[in-house]
């Protein structure tokens, strides 16, 4: 059989199910013009795939086999693929609207196999008794626990496998015309500018967090406590299989790990609801307020201006990085959504631009969770208090401070005072938008009435 193995988010070798299938074989990865046009050159993301993508074809090498390099859309792609007349397309699974769509129109022109990689559970794997899906997280992670007792896990083994012969140097550009360029292999020859990124292999990764994994429930809210797995940004481009992470975590035998596994459980869920319910992408799933559309306010945010030192910390912590800590995350998207009644979509999307391990299914569920227009069961009067929050998680004022230089005289116990930021006169930097208490009140009766008018 002659098979197309498109890799995707999978950008690995070891334990890759694409190589586990015999036969003669065509390697591909394309950088899609249908996603790339719509990013910026200095894009975060685009530098790292290039990177892994390039190791990949050094790995694949190494085993006997090669990478061919499109640079177009997966339509024209394939469609200039068709004279080498290939049994199917062998790729892994995808569930966000442009994926399914993409790879509906492929199967149009080639038999299209999904081989289940991404997440640990196939979509239709962990259903309720009526084979429909569960919207609660609690009993979806028990019922998924247990089948995991069971689940086949291993690694998978290299097949033999034949290199189908074709040109496989540089970068082939294929435009909606048909038309091949042979480009030279280099990220300026996509039209990006390479970012420097430090780049740690993902088992080293893994290895430190074994080493921290006993402090990872109690420790891994607290801003300068590096005890989480660092390790969403390989699970999102498949640097690293989630079974490899599984088996690691799991042969420890050790009750600390729960809180970690109940995580990778909790990515498969969104996962999951995000491809049972489509609509969620865009929509609310629960009727209610969806905010105030406000291009001032939003500005304020998206340059972290806001004058709440943890939220404006946040904001700069993901765009010099691309990363942001989780519970500055939760602590910025409730401001975003409650105090400055902002729409989730536009929060969701501004993650979507700038964060290095964005994953469309966590992102949409976790801005609705914060929103409180979500699956969650907890009602929309959940409001973070962000003072509060980095008085707990930051005590000392060490991230705000990091991110946030102009702050670094100010004695830290006021960089969690609402009132003091009010009064003070902080040059370079302003005072808080809006009177949290005050705009919780207002969020609470806004989302109510919202709720309520709608029933």
Known sequence: MRRILWFRRDLRIEDNPLLSLDGEVLPIFIFDTNILDKLTKQDKRVSFIFGYVSKLKQDLLACGLE????????????????SHKMDEVVACGDYDSYAKQRD????????????????????????????????????YYKKA??????????ATSQAEQKLIPVE????????????STKLPFSLESLGFEMQKLKIIH?????????????NYKQMRDFLNEDVGSNLSVD????????????????????????PFIRQ???????????????????????PSFNGIEDREKYEFFCKAQTGVPIVDAGVRELLQTGKMHNRVRMVTASFFTKD?????????????EHLLDFDKASNVLSWQWSAGTGVDPQPYFRVFNPYLQSKKFDKDANYIKKYIPELTHVESKYLHDENYLLGATIQGYPKPMVHHKEAAKIAVEKFKHGVEGLR
């Open 235 to 258: 699970l999102r481009f498949g640097t690293i299989s989630t079974r490899a992470v599984l088996r690691s975590v799991l042969s420890l035998k050790n009750l600390e790990c729960e």
């Open 340 to 352: 400055l009644l902002l729409p989730w979509q536009w929060g969701e999307e501004f993650f979507a």
């Open 202 to 214: 993902p088992h080293a990764k893994l290895e430190k967090f074994k080493q921290n994994i006993q």
């Open 67 to 82: 990478l061919k390099i499109f640079f177009g859309s997966p339509k024209d792609v394939f469609a200039s693929l068709t």
């Open 264 to 286: 990778l459980i909790f990515r498969d869920f969104y996962a999951y609801l995000l491809f049972h319910m489509p609509r969620l992408e865009t929509q609310n799933y629960k």
């Open 104 to 139: 509906l129109e492929i199967s149009q022109k080639l038999h299209f196999r999904y081989i289940k990689d991404t997440y640990i559970f196939k979509p239709d794997e962990v259903l309720k008794e009526d084979k429909t899906p569960y919207l609660v997280f609690t009993p």
């Open 145 to 154: 626990r247990l089948l995991l007792e069971s689940k086949n896990i291993e």
């Open 168 to 179: 496989y140097e540089g970068i082939t550009k294929i435009d909606a015309n048909g038309v």
